[in-house]
């Protein structure tokens, strides 16, 4: 269904705030240091517009938030992500940042929910010792284990993602790869093994897994199976005057385990650097017919889209084709998430402004992403980062931040009846 064909609902709590006719886009989208640089460029879309009257008083809709910066000794939370255990616990976890930075002494933060994200427990950390970045929390539940699977990337505090990228950060500074795991239903977390070794080709510099949460397969030949978006970088060719920073050179693959997370390897590689599609930032969902989706931020690519797509029929091993333009979510160039509902829709979550980030929007597709439709605007305010988890066959859960000033105020959890994404 093509994007201006929509039905969108505003959330009773954004209604009437800072609506963003009239309002510089600046405003909207000023990241703290760090948080990456702005578009060149304003990207080709619509900008969003309520066409119903908002639910100025809906009781569906339930919202808590979890992580508010400058509270419980952290400057920034930020990087969200979700996983529900078999329990029912909701486990929510952030990078806790002394600064607002991307690289410095950052940490991974969890929260946990037994009431599925109405309240939340206290702030526990997780992974990191403060000295350090450690970060991209992407989680997973191991069917066959029940436990919860934590990936997470690390680097030296002082070593920028511009840095690594140009090849001058040593390897034991540089991006590294972790696991640990929980069997207590999230309450506490295993120490941090070392994966780099299996999850990064030598010659990648940058690396990250997510952010968001990961993927278990639950049908065909790799049930079980679990599936890691992910994104790294490849260094220019010998005699290049680029230095490898360069949008360009970022790509996608995935991150695969038959074991439950024992062991791990490299499943497909996308990353062609001819500047057209430069997939970052990425996430997963396991389409009805077993097909697994892909879904990633286009990092200033020249295609006319800031999302880019693509599918695997064999678990995550190979794409049927290379990652391409999603024309259907216009948007800012930023992280999203996707989930698919059992027997409803594939929900993609992001802001929809294309000029800024700003305008959280669920979107929704029935044919397994070629097209989309926008269900549910939750907010005019500005927001960013996202992501998703299904709390029950009628509930999904969505965290995401947000603010009036910035995006990076709180990670706000809502909670939406799956009744309202069947467009």
């Not at 690289?103 to 000295?131: C, E, F, H, Q, Y």
């Not at 497909?268 to 057209?276: A, K, N, Q, S």
């Not at 980030?357 to 669920?362: G, K």
Request: with cysteine.
């Amino acid at each position: 269904m093509p994007l201006d064909r929509r039905r969108l609902v505003v959330l009773p709590f954004a209604a009437g705030l800072l609506a963003l006719a009239g309002r510089p886009a600046e405003a909207a989208a000023a990241p703290p240091a760090g948080a990456g640089p702005a578009a060149p460029h304003p990207r080709p879309g619509r900008a969003v517009a309520a066409t119903d009257p908002p639910a100025a008083a809906d009781p569906r809709f339930e919202q808590s938030v979890p992580f508010t910066a400058g509270t419980e000794g952290y400057v920034l939370f930020r990087i969200p992500s979700l996983v529900r255990t078999p329990r029912g616990t909701v486990v929510a976890f952030a990078e806790a940042r002394a600064a607002s930075a991307d690289t410095g002494r950052i940490v991974v933060a969890a929260k946990r929910s037994l009431d599925g994200g109405r309240t939340w427990g206290p702030l526990a950390v997780v992974a990191g010792d403060g000295t350090g970045t450690q970060g991209n929390p992407c989680p997973v539940v191991d069917p066959r284990s029940g436990d919860i699977v934590l990936l997470t990337c690390s680097n030296a505090a002082g070593a920028t993602e511009k840095a690594i990228m140009s090849g001058q950060v040593a390897p034991a500074d540089g991006r590294r790869v972790w696991v640990q795991r929980s069997a207590d239903d999230g309450r506490t977390f295993g120490p941090l093994r070392e994966i780099t070794d299996q999850a990064k080709d030598p010659g990648w510099r940058w690396y990250a897994t997510g952010p968001g949460h990961a993927l278990a397969l639950t049908a065909g030949p790799h049930r079980g199976r679990l599936v890691v978006p992910a994104n790294h970088s490849v260094p220019p060719v010998p005699g290049s005057a680029d230095t490898g920073s360069e949008p360009k050179y970022y790509g996608g693959h995935s991150l695969l385990s038959d074991d439950g997370g024992a062991t791990w390897r490299i499943g497909f590689r996308d990353d062609t650097p001819d500047g057209v599609i430069n997939a970052n930032e990425s996430s997963a969902a396991e389409l009805p017919g077993g097909l697994v989706y892909f879904n990633a931020r286009d990092q200033y690519g020249t295609s006319a889209a800031t999302r880019v797509d693509a599918r695997s029929a064999d678990g995550g091993t190979t794409l049927t084709a290379p990652y391409a333009p999603q024309p259907g979510l216009a948007g800012p160039v930023v992280q999203g998430s996707v989930l698919q509902v059992p027997g409803g829709p594939l929900v993609y979550a992001g802001p929809c402004d294309p000029d800024a980030r700003a305008v959280m929007a669920l979107r929704t597709s029935s044919d397994g992403g070629r097209t989309w439709a926008t269900a549910v605007t939750l907010s005019t305010l500005p927001a960013s980062n996202s992501d998703l988890v299904l709390l029950d066959p009628r509930t999904v859960g969505l965290v995401y931040e947000t603010g009036t000033g910035s995006p990076y105020g709180t990670l706000t959890f809502v909670r939406v009846p799956v009744s309202v994404l069947r467009t």
